[in-house]
């Protein structure tokens, strides 16, 4: 065959040709789609396969069956020349401003499913991908198809909703006016209006390929004679066998740079499927999602049904783009390299006792078994096929996997069965498999053997396999996996929920009977209840982000899409590989100059002033930033003395982001160790009792004291830190113009930027050009961390006048920058026998680690008792410093963490006295002060039915002993205060009469934006599409206080409404002149008698709004699989007092998705550091947010109507932070489920346990007292 020199693909109908000369064959489809097409719309964030934010569709003939397929793929694994013969299409080419937009891209807008819109493009190609392939979808498959897309904005309901309407069976009330998928099907070529990607007018190319660069070399081939053939004319090179090319999204360095790339998508041998009369044999390179297809349609086949639930298991692996090209050899392989890898693929096929052919260098083949293989030298040798035996029905067969969250992660351990029964129910045979022990363990050889001649259904049987489990289950310490201990006792456990899953119905007590069940996730639903206002319209009117459209078709720019310069510059920090308290010694970057293209490294002594990016001059008034904000220096470079791991050391500049990368790496610091120990959690501070290392910032007195204390309890509470997780991570574009420096900082707060470049490069502040658009997505982060971006790129733009780019990966955006408060408190409470508090003593402890510039403590403490009596209540809170990065405001810095310490207190109580919890809040509320808190508490509870809710659950408990559930009503009281120097301008254009505003805030995905627009519309009496609102900048808004707190929408809402009424009050007099003239008239005559048209407010808190309180009843219930720990979130009922919203669906937005940022803080997200205080979760492989379906399975939220707020702006209330207060009620009702376990277990046993860190599955599984001794039948 011929061989090509190039590969060709077509792109949004436009033929691409790639050759080595231009394309290095590492690069990926995302790096060609960006950097060498710069087609922006596609977004990037972690690189792994791990956030979705890059997917792409792609069609293609399949090369077997030659149909034309439709799938997602993650550009950033995919290699560019892995591209031969696709057919591809991104947001770009779907659909535009220019062309009209796709309704997936429509859907998503309309039902307000953005709000950074970072996610978007990627959320909208892998819909857009869903339906083109296939044109029968159900609700249930679109809900299961997003496992890959994060979003940390919406909390997904608003995007489910979207593309559940295009789905067959989508509830009609929210189909609205799309059609169903049907009616979308492209390949309608006679009615076809869109633009069409597929391949009715294509033909497929697919030819071998012989490409050839300076470093490496690419092959196509088409049969696995062709491997060797290469392999042979290219002997004792490095080679990867190119498959879905994924297993890199696992381990970075998995297979290093190769020289060799074979691309054996094409060899069609690796891709048959044969049934024969004993096996059925499946082609190597089958693509996951092909082998579920493949399983589900041969379970019909007598002797195969057991491939039903392979392929539900496979359900679980990865996420469906990476399902997509990802293979069932590629994940094989991944396991023969890295045997501690727990593979889902391994284990379902050693469970059945599949076998593999391997062929060899001479071509011969040789059927091994999975063991064998893992010890096999695999040089020169390809995997042909699996062959997975029949079983008849005397086998039963189930696996496991239990994940931190329901999608999206590798097993934490995961567990198959084989067993094979005679009549007389003795086992015959049986192979238990388990991942997730240590990287030698696979059979549970011992069980095994016990098992087999002994009867299973038997207690005493059971208890000697149990025995058996627990010598043999070694699990070793690997962090940041779960702890040995867990990973044992779940791995026993799963055990016996697969004897109760096939025990007889008489053989087993009916409460032990649903241990053997998993939970079934329904399709969630969800309701948005609010009260909107006409008569105000376009305020109040529930309308989407303005810029959504822009944000679905991938049109709007974030900073990482700035064009490029002919002369651009990129850097990348290099960071203290060292704990805290070494001192560096020396930096050598003499090895990252050597390589080309590297163009400079700058250090702290580079720095011109002082080296902080939190300059101490500033001189804010007061009220005008919260208060303490610049109270410590802090190093943009560590100068001396480490003061955590991964501080940066300095930056290396070059010509790409992937050399300076690579070039920091090379830059060798070595420094002089230190004895003392890093110490890194709160704990660990107070028990080294160092003065120096706690503070005391605020208190709380109690005024009274009750004499009436029947019961004195004391517990601790201790809260783990939080990543922000925004999708595009720290950036700062630098350009140098004409003596002056144009910054492109995604902040949350310019002014901080200006201040510190200026600082540090001893220049005046009015030489720096400051302009946001957007950021996407920041939630405290990058209120003051940008800085330290924007700072080194500055520094580097500064002294080489050349643009200086710096975007941080999302490893070292985890590594580097601080995160939420770690928390921790101890409590004593003394109550009489109605649950009231006679006295409470707290002392609580924020740690600001190696910072100290984001103080909240003084600001948080009315949060504690806002919703509660609280005259005897002494409070005290100090703040720590860990030698960790410092810590970092994140949405609800300290509300979120004191909320949950009163509601943790409370749900102590009531577990300790037996009381319901409810019943405990309410005894200590007062009838007066928190009349509106308990009015809405009283309405929750009916519309929501709790009682009868807890009623039912609590009788579910007594009859179930594995499975539990759990309610929680938590209440909250947030008082909101009001900061300023926030100030919008506001321009109205002579010729047409639009209007254009500009203003200090910073658009986040909070929807500012929408808000700001609506009330100048609302103002000018104009229709909203008059109103255009620019980027911040500096010039218009200097000396502007930082987008945070909540409050930002709401003061510059008001600077907006003084800057029109000013507008209006200049028109007036003109106006009066006219009689009813048009707005375009009226701004024309305005025009003509020199009106000054523009007009600019500054909102400051001597404004007339006050502060207020905000407040918000949350009711939750869930089902814990006790043993297996996870939980499932059954309906959320949230009621949150917004006054009257300014733009509910932004609000219902902001409510949905501060609340489920809380379902990851307490359920999910889990920082580990090693003892050093090296960062071990900076992954999206092991740090999880929640994702799609972990979402409440019932999701409704609700505004109380007539409600307006008379003190704040236009009668709102504000909506950013809130609701995440009320998402303590998760870890409270999981509780409340574990509490009935634990008496279960062991009825003298406390039903209470501390509250250390999220309710995690570890957590709850443990703290369950599974104790394998109880599990009978
Ligand atoms: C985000 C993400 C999540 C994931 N989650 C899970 C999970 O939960 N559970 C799980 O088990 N896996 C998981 N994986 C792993 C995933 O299943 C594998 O990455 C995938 O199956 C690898 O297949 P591939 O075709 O992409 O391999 P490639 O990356 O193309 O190749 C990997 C290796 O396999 C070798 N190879 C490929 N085919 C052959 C062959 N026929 N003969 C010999 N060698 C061969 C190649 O030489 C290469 O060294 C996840 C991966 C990602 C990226
Ligand atoms: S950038 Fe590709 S999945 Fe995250
Ligand atoms: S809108 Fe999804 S991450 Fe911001």
Redesign the pocket.
């Given at each position: 065959m011929q061989k090509a020199k190039s590969v060709r693909f077509v792109l949004h109908n436009q033929n691409h040709t790639v050759t080595p000369s231009d394309v290095a064959p590492e690069t990926t489809l995302l790096e060609y789609l960006r950097d060498y097409e710069h087609m922006k719309g596609t977004k990037y964030m972690c690189l792994?396969?791990?956030c979705g934010a890059c997917v792409v569709s792609v069609t293609t003939k399949h090369p077997v069956t030659k149909r034309t397929i439709t799938f997602a793929v993650?550009s950033c694994?995919v290699s560019v020349y892995s591209c031969e013969g696709w057919h591809i299409q991104t947001v770009d080419g779907i659909g535009n401003n220019q062309i009209g937009y796709h309704p997936v891209q429509k859907v998503l807008a309309e039902f307000n499913g953005t709000q950074c819109g970072f996610c978007s493009p990627g959320m909208v190609m892998n819909m857009y991908a869903l339906y083109e392939s296939n044109n029968n979808l159900t609700m249930k498959e679109v809900e299961t198809s997003f496992g890959?897309n994060m979003c940390r904005c919406t909390g997904y309901r608003p995007i489910l909703t979207a593309f559940k309407s295009l789905a067959k069976d989508a509830d009609k009330e929210i189909l609205g006016e799309y059609p169903d998928i049907e009616d979308l099907n492209v390949c309608d070529t006679a009615n076809c209006q869109r633009i069409c990607q597929t391949m009715c007018k294509r033909k497929s190319v697919s030819t071998a390929l012989h490409l050839s660069s300076s470093n490496s070399k690419w092959f196509k081939v088409f049969s696995i004679n062709e491997i060797f053939d290469v392999l042979k004319a290219n002997p004792n090179k490095s080679?990867?066998?190119?498959?879905?090319?994924?297993?890199?999204?696992?381990y970075h360095d998995?297979?290093g740079h190769p020289k060799l790339y074979?691309d054996?998508t094409s060899?069609k041998n690796?891709l048959v499927d044969v049934v024969t009369a004993d096996n059925l044999m499946v082609g190597?390179?089958k693509?996951?999602t092909e082998a579920m297809e493949l399983f589900q349609n041969t379970a019909e086949t007598n002797g195969f049904d057991y491939l039903a639930k392979l392929a539900d298991h496979i359900k679980?692996?990865?996420?469906v783009p990476?399902?997509n090209?990802?293979?069932?050899?590629?994940?094989?392989?991944?396991?023969?390299?890295r045997n501690e890898?727990?593979?889902?693929?391994?284990?379902i096929f050693e469970t059945v006792g599949a076998k593999m052919t391997?062929v060899n260098a001479n071509k011969t083949e040789k059927v091994r078994d999975l063991l064998s293989y893992l010890t096999l030298d695999?040089k020169n040798?390809?995997?042909?096929n699996f062959i997975l035996p029949k079983l008849s029905k005397s086998y039963k067969y189930q696996s496991y996997?239990i994940?931190p969250r329901a999608q999206?992660?590798?097993?934490m351990v995961?567990a198959g069965f084989l067993l094979k029964l005679d009549e007389h129910e003795v086992v015959q045979s049986i192979r238990i498999v388990y991942?997730g022990i240590n990287s030698s363990f696979v059979h549970a050889t011992k069980a095994e053997k016990y098992l087999v001649g002994k009867s299973i259904f038997d207690n005493n049987t059971l208890q000697g396999a149990f025995k058996a489990l627990d010598e043999e289950l070694q699990p070793d310490d690997a962090l940041p996996e779960p702890s040995p201990l867990f990973r044992k006792k779940l791995a026993i456990a799963l055990f016996y929920k697969f004897v109760l899953s096939i025990t007889p119905s008489n053989k087993v007590s009916p409460e032990n009977k649903s241990g053997g069940q998993l939970l079934q996730r329904p399709v969630s639903t969800g309701v948005q209840d609010f009260q909107t206002n006409q008569s105000l319209y376009p305020l109040t009117e529930a309308i989407p982000k303005l810029e959504a459209l822009g944000q679905t078709s991938g049109e709007i720019e974030y900073i990482s899409d700035l064009p490029n310069s002919v002369d651009q510059l990129f850097a990348c920090f290099v960071t203290a590989k060292a704990p805290a308290n070494y001192t560096i010694a020396n930096i050598d970057t003499s090895e990252a100059l050597k390589e080309d293209g590297v163009i400079s490294f700058f250090g702290a002594k580079d720095i011109l002033g002082p080296n902080s990016f939190v300059p101490s001059n500033t001189n804010y008034p007061e009220g005008f930033i919260p208060p303490g904000l610049h109270l410590v220096p802090e190093e943009v470079f560590c100068s001396g003395t480490v003061k955590y791991y991964f501080q940066p050391v300095g930056i290396i500049v070059a010509k790409t982001q992937e050399l300076a990368e690579r070039a920091a790496d090379l830059v060798k610091v070595t420094y002089n160790p230190s004895t003392k120990k890093p110490l890194l959690t709160v704990r660990e501070v107070l028990a080294a009792n160092d003065p120096n290392r706690v503070s005391e910032e605020a208190s709380m007195k109690a005024t009274s004291k009750g004499n009436d204390v029947k019961h004195i309890i004391k517990g601790r509470y201790d809260m783990t830190p939080q990543y922000h997780y925004h999708m595009e991570t720290q950036i700062c574009c630098v350009i140098p113009n004409e003596g002056n420096l144009d910054i492109y900082p995604g902040t949350q707060w310019m002014d901080i930027i200006q201040t510190s470049v200026a600082s540090i490069l001893k220049i005046k502040e009015n030489r720096i050009n400051i302009k946001v658009k957007r950021v996407g997505g920041a939630f405290g982060a990058k209120i003051t961390r940008n800085a330290q971006v924007a700072c080194a790129a500055a520094l580097a733009a500064h002294k080489l006048q050349k643009p200086v780019k710096m975007r941080l990966s999302f490893t070292a955006n985890m590594d580097v920058v601080g995160k939420r408060y770690q928390t921790a408190s101890d409590y004593e409470v003394g109550l009489n026998d109605k649950g009231e508090i006679q006295y409470l003593n707290d002392k609580f402890y924020f740690d600001y680690a190696t910072g100290g510039n984001e103080p909240i403590i003084a600001f948080c403490i009315p949060a504690i008792s806002s919703s509660y009596k609280h005259d005897t209540w002494d409070i005290t809170g100090y703040y720590t410093n860990t030698d960790n990065a410092p810590g970092v405001w994140m949405r609800a810095p300290g509300h979120a963490n004191v909320v949950a310490m009163s509601e943790t207190i409370m749900e102590h109580i009531a577990l300790e006295m037996g009381k319901p919890a409810l019943e405990i809040r309410l005894a200590n509320m007062s009838q007066n002060e928190n009349k509106k808190l308990i009015q809405f508490i009283n309405e929750l509870r009916q519309t929501s039915d709790y009682d009868n809710r807890l009623k039912a659950a609590e009788e579910f408990n007594k009859t179930n002993r594995w499975m539990k559930k759990g309610l929680s009503l938590v209440p909250m009281t947030f008082p909101f205060v009001y900061v300023g120097g926030l100030n919008s301008i506001v321009a109205i254009y002579a010729g047409d009469g639009s209007v254009a505003v500009s203003h200090g805030g910073i658009e986040i995905g909070q929807g500012i934006n929408t808000k700001v627009a609506q009330v100048c519309a609302y103002a000018l009496k104009i229709p909203l599409n008059m109103v255009s609102v620019k980027a911040s900048n500096n010039l218009v808004s200097p000396n502007n206080t930082l987008t945070g707190a909540s409050l930002t929408s709401e003061c510059v809402c008001y600077a907006t409404l003084k800057a029109c009424e000013i507008l209006t009050a200049r028109m007036k007099p003109v106006k009066d002149k006219m009689k009813n003239p048009t707005w375009e008239e009226l701004v024309k005559e305005c025009q003509k008698e020199y009106v000054e048209l523009v007009a600019t407010y500054m909102y400051s808190p001597n404004e007339p709004p006050q502060a207020y309180d905000i407040y918000g009843v949350c009711i939750t219930e869930v089902e814990v699989d006790i043993l297996t720990g996870i939980h499932q979130i059954t309906r959320v009922d949230i009621l949150e007092d917004t006054g009257t919203s300014m733009s509910p669906l932004i609000d219902i937005g902001q409510v949905e998705g501060a609340f489920i940022i809380g379902l990851g803080l307490w359920t999910t997200e889990k920082i580990v550091l090693d003892k050093e205080g090296r960062l071990l979760t900076n992954r999206?492989?092991n740090y999880k947010i929640p994702c799609a379906l972990d979402i409440p399975i019932d999701f409704r939220v609700r505004f109380p109507k007539n409600n307006p707020n008379s003190v704040g702006v236009l009668n709102s209330k504000t909506t950013g932070e809130p609701a995440l207060c009320l998402a303590c009620s998760i870890p409270c009702a999981i509780r409340q489920a574990v509490a009935s376990a634990r008496s279960a277990a062991d009825p003298k046993a406390s039903k209470w346990y501390p509250f250390s860190g999220p309710s995690d599955v570890e957590n709850t599984f443990l703290n369950s007292l599974n104790d394998c001794k109880q599990y009978t039948l």
């Open positions: 792994e396969g791990g993650n694994l890959g080679y990867q066998l190119v498959a879905g090319n994924t297993a890199r999204g696992v998995f297979n074979i054996i060899v690796l190597a390179n693509s996951l679980l692996v990865a996420h990476v399902r090209i990802g293979t069932l050899a590629g994940n094989l392989s991944i396991k023969h390299e890898f727990p593979s889902d693929i391994f284990l391997i695999m040798k390809v995997i042909k996997k994940m999206n992660a590798h097993a995961n991942g999206t492989w």
